[in-house]
């Protein structure tokens, strides 16, 4: 079992800009990567963005993002501290959402892959 645990969701102007937080605990290497969705009211769970662990060997991974915030957002990872982050520049209401970590398989750029989730955190941008 992996648990998960997202923080700094918020409020934030049109513009602005916020830095998730996943903290990862449990069977870890039960997985090879982490994500983030988003889920908008009355709409369906979308994927963000996915970042591939790394090994011992010094394979850090890939990282792949969705065409929808590529050049806004960056998602990263601290392998030793089993920590994904998510940094979310110039957000507009589009990005309004229920923000999910996620650990799974391949590449976990669908929901099929995806083991594990946590709670979200809600990201709410107003203009």
């Known amino acids: 079992q992996v648990r998960l645990v997202e923080s700094g969701g918020g409020s934030v102007q049109d513009g602005g800009a916020l830095k998730l937080t996943c903290v990862a605990s449990?069977?870890?290497?039960?997985?090879?990567?982490m994500a983030w969705f988003r889920q908008a009211p009355g709409k369906d769970r979308d994927w963000v963005a996915s970042?591939?662990?790394?090994?011992?060997?010094?394979?850090?991974?890939?990282?792949y993002y969705d065409d929808s915030v590529r050049g806004r957002f960056t998602i990263s990872k601290d392998n030793a501290k089993n920590t994904l982050y998510l940094q979310m520049n110039f957000l507009d209401a589009d990005d309004t959402a229920v923000y999910y970590c996620?650990?799974?398989?391949?590449?976990?750029?669908?929901?099929?892959?995806?083991?594990?989730w946590g709670q979200g955190t809600q990201v709410t941008v107003s203009s």
């Open positions: 996620a650990a799974g398989r391949r590449a976990c750029v669908a929901r099929s892959w995806i083991d594990f």
């Open positions: 449990g069977a870890i290497a039960s997985t090879n990567c």
């Open positions: 970042a591939i662990i790394g090994d011992a060997s010094g394979y850090t991974g890939n990282i």
